[in-house]
């Protein structure tokens, strides 16, 4: 399984930006899958996962009213559209696969993890 992360770049605090992960996978909805984010001189940390039905999702209080999760199973791929970004959501973003389901992913249990996508966020 490969994750292909994209839609990063340089943004103004207050801006949006749509980070997509397509699966290679003929099963992508097997999986779980998620978001994690890494800020510079921080770890690793979970921004949001969804689950494989796409019926529930979850996200870190951080992020939570600014960011969504989606995925659309017939395209392999998963969304994250980041809404009223903060210089503080500058990080490298990264999508993973869990087949154990969303809570692993919340749990920060997870199968298969791609090349992140890098966000900055310029006050």
């Known amino acids: 399984v490969q994750l292909q992360a994209s839609g990063g770049g340089l943004v103004q605090a207050g801006g949006s930006l749509r980070l997509s992960c397509v699966v290679s996978?003929?099963?992508?909805?097997?999986?779980?899958m998620g978001w994690f984010r890494r800020a510079p001189g921080k770890e690793r940390e979970f921004v949001s996962g969804?689950?494989?039905?796409?019926?529930?999702?979850a996200y870190a209080d951080s992020v939570k009213g600014r960011f969504t999760i989606s995925r659309d199973n017939a395209k392999n791929t998963v969304y994250l559209q980041m809404n009223n970004l903060k210089p503080e959501d500058t990080a490298v973003y990264y999508c993973?696969?869990?087949?154990?389901?969303?809570?692993?992913?919340?749990?920060?249990?997870?199968?298969?993890w791609g090349q992140g996508t890098r966000v900055t966020v310029s006050s």
């Open positions: 969804i689950a494989r039905s796409g019926s529930r999702t």
């Open positions: 996978a003929r099963t992508e909805s097997s999986y779980a």
């Open positions: 993973v696969a869990a087949r154990g389901g969303i809570d692993y992913i919340v749990r920060s249990v997870y199968d298969y």
